[in-house]
């Protein structure tokens, strides 16, 4: 699976972003996907994912720290998972990679750089 991330950019505070990540792979409906950030020094942390729960049935969860503000969503047609973020403040500031947990593996993606400025 490959994992290609897109939208990062530089936001000031209160502002908007949205990130996509396309995957490739025929069962991309089957695979939890997510997002985590990193900032220099720190751990990569879980942002948010959605998890299959089999069918067509998948379930979001948030950080604490973004709940409210983010939304994690999924096409399955595209082969797409999107982060929107709002109300974004400078803590938001991180490189944000894309997850996927197959059966088989995890995967990440290359990374996208978000800033917000004050």
């Known amino acids: 699976v490959q994992l290609q991330a897109f939208g990062g950019g530089l936001v000031q505070t209160g502002g908007s972003l949205r990130l996509s990540c396309t995957a490739s792979?025929?069962?991309?409906?089957?695979?939890?996907m997510g997002w985590f950030r990193q900032t220099p020094g720190k751990e990569r942390e879980l942002v948010a994912d959605?998890?299959?729960?089999?069918?067509?049935?998948?379930?979001?969860s948030y950080a604490d720290s973004v709940k409210d503000r983010f939304t994690i969503s999924r096409d399955n047609g595209k082969n797409t998972v999107y982060l929107v973020m709002n109300n974004l403040n400078a803590e938001d500031t991180a490189v944000y990679y894309c997850?996927?947990?197959?059966?088989?593996?995890?995967?990440w993606g290359q990374g996208t750089q978000v800033t917000v400025s004050s």
């Open positions: 997850h996927s947990q197959t059966l088989l593996s995890t995967y």
């Open positions: 792979g025929r069962a991309f409906s089957n695979y939890n």
């Open positions: 959605v998890t299959w729960s089999g069918g067509s049935t998948y379930y979001a």
